[in-house]
């Protein structure tokens, strides 16, 4: 909630549930199990979920009012989840950061523990908008070799953030920092190799993928607030020199490869 609250969202709601532990999930799941038996008409999906990982089934879109009364995993926690449970949920009101419970909310990795969450704009819910998702996984680390770790991790939509920091009017309004805009495979290897000798001096950089078009990448550097884009296709490589454009300005120089870290350095005075 920090990391998409440090990005600049301002309106943000935490889904949560518990999916129980080692101790407590093989119960839940034996349940589950029992009561999708009972259960027909459901997706091809979910028919083959349906043994190989039940908890999953929970997620499904299309079943999900046929599901609406399924068992629910915060019913089966062991003593430690239910009071771990708690604890969130009122560490959560502590910090004042908006959130419901949401009983059908799973993940699909076996190795998540207890506390499971998905983050949205506020007031909206559904798989498609969620700006980040993740939980804790205390057994992976030993599922790995490692020694017990309770760890807690998330995925971000970085796409989906910027697109919220756009609808909430709270993108930086300032362009700064560069855009490598890579054309074609042979390019890539040459541009990342700038980008990150630029990123070492400091400058904020960002990288597009060669196999996408110039449109898409710049219009993804636009977004991203850039102020200046570096061009690289495969006649700038043979003639050892890149394109800069400034984006603010609309303008294009022609800079060679040995001095446009300097020129960029210069710019930004570092
Ligand atoms: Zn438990
Ligand atoms: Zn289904």
Redesign the pocket.
């Known amino acids: 909630m920090a990391v998409i609250r440090g990005a600049g969202v301002k309106q943000a709601h935490v889904f949560l549930n518990s999916i129980g532990c080692s101790e407590c999930r093989p119960q839940y799941l034996e349940k589950l199990k029992t009561y999708l038996k009972g259960k027909s008409g ?2 091809e ?2 028919k083959s979920r349906m043994t190989k990982n039940p908890l999953r ?1 929970l997620d ?1 879109k ?2 999900a009012e046929k599901l609406s009364d399924a068992p629910r995993t915060v019913d089966s926690l062991c003593a430690a989840c239910k009071a771990h449970y708690a604890e969130v949920k009122s560490l959560l009101k502590m910090y004042v950061i908006p959130h419901t419970e949401q009983p059908r909310l799973v993940r699909g990795l076996d190795y998540y523990t207890r506390t499971v969450f998905e983050i949205y704009p506020s007031g909206k819910s559904g798989s498609q908008d969620a700006l980040a998702a993740g939980g804790r996984y205390d057994g992976l680390v030993e599922l790995l070799g490692g020694a017990p770790t309770p760890a807690v991790g998330f995925a971000l939509g970085v796409e989906r953030v910027l697109n919220e920091l756009e609808a909430q009017g709270a993108l930086p309004a300032v362009r700064r920092g560069v855009f490598m805009l890579p054309l074609g495979d042979s390019a890539f290897e040459p541009s990342q190799k700038l980008l990150w000798q630029l990123r070492e001096t400091g400058i904020r950089c960002e990288t597009g993928q060669p196999d996408q078009s110039i449109k898409s990448q710049m219009r993804l550097a636009d977004r991203l607030q850039m102020e200046f884009c570096i061009i690289m296709g495969e006649n700038e490589i043979k003639d050892n020199f890149v394109m800069l454009k400034n984006l603010e300005k609309q303008s294009q120089d022609k800079v060679s490869m040995s001095e446009i870290v300097g020129k960029l350095q210069d710019h930004y005075k570092l």
């Open positions: 459901l997706c999906h979910c089934v499904c299309e079943d």
